[in-house]
């Protein structure tokens, strides 16, 4: 059974402090993604990546960067966490080529306070 | 820029109706729609694919019809089942190779 799995389902961290939300998939998909999903605005890409050591910057990646040193692991890391950076966040994965399915992990619930 | 709309309000219905979900989007028409099914706290689970020339998919109780005319996707559940109960979202491909969602639709179905 396909799997990707995200370290956390809840974290409670402080504003300013630097958040690493890890993310692993054993599909051997080249592809992997970070998205946050808000009430009201929906899932919004934060970034992606393509290949190992490759990212992109999705639509809102302000305050956020990753990393991906190996296929299977993608990680977020949110450099110093602000209230507005509250929200669930969601990793997915997707194999190469043709058309784009994503496999979602249960997502992390991250508080900011 | 692409946008997808979905119904934002939720769709109550009674077991063994049938469960009608729309997604409507703006700007050019992608090359395929994608629906997935999201449970509280969970993340999104893919159910079904359609391309731009077909006009209709199914997979045992649920059909995908896509209308590139109207710029829009039906999604049915037929037959439906409290177990229905979820949120359904939508998404499409748009111009810049990204893959982008609605906000969904909570569906209620009950017994």
């Known amino acids: 059974d396909v799997k990707v799995t995200q370290s956390s389902r809840y974290l409670v961290k402080r504003t300013g402090e630097k958040v690493f939300l890890e993310c692993v998939q054993d599909?051997?998909?080249?592809?992997m993604f970070w998205y946050r999903q808000d009430p009201g605005l929906g899932l919004r890409l934060i970034y992606f990546?393509?290949?190992?050591?490759?990212?992109e910057k999705g639509d809102i990646p302000e305050g956020y960067s990753v990393s991906r040193e190996k296929k299977e692991r993608f990680s977020l890391i949110l450099e110093s966490a602000s209230t507005n950076q509250t929200s669930m966040y969601l990793c997915?994965?997707?194999?190469?080529?043709?058309?784009?399915?994503?496999?979602f992990g249960s997502g992390t619930q991250l508080s900011v306070l | 820029s692409q946008k997808i709309e979905q119904n934002s309000e939720a769709l109550n219905i009674q077991e063994g109706k049938t469960a009608t979900l729309t997604c409507n989007y703006t700007?050019?028409?992608?090359?395929?729609l994608q629906w997935y099914r999201q449970d509280p706290g969970r993340g999104p689970v893919f159910l079904l694919l359609?391309?731009?020339?077909?006009k209709e998919k199914r997979k045992e109780r649920l059909k995908v019809t896509f209308d590139t005319t109207l710029k829009q996707s039906l999604f049915h559940i037929t037959a439906s089942q409290p177990a229905d109960s979820a949120t359904y979202l939508c998404a499409l491909l748009n111009q810049g190779g990204k893959l982008i969602f609605g906000q969904g639709t909570e569906l209620s179905v009950k017994p």
């Open positions: 997915a994965s997707s194999a190469s080529g043709g058309l784009l399915v994503l496999f």
């Open positions: 990546s393509y290949d190992v050591k490759m990212k």
């Open positions: 359609i391309r731009e020339n077909e």
């Open positions: 599909m051997d998909h080249e592809n």
């Open positions: 700007n050019y028409s992608p090359a395929y």
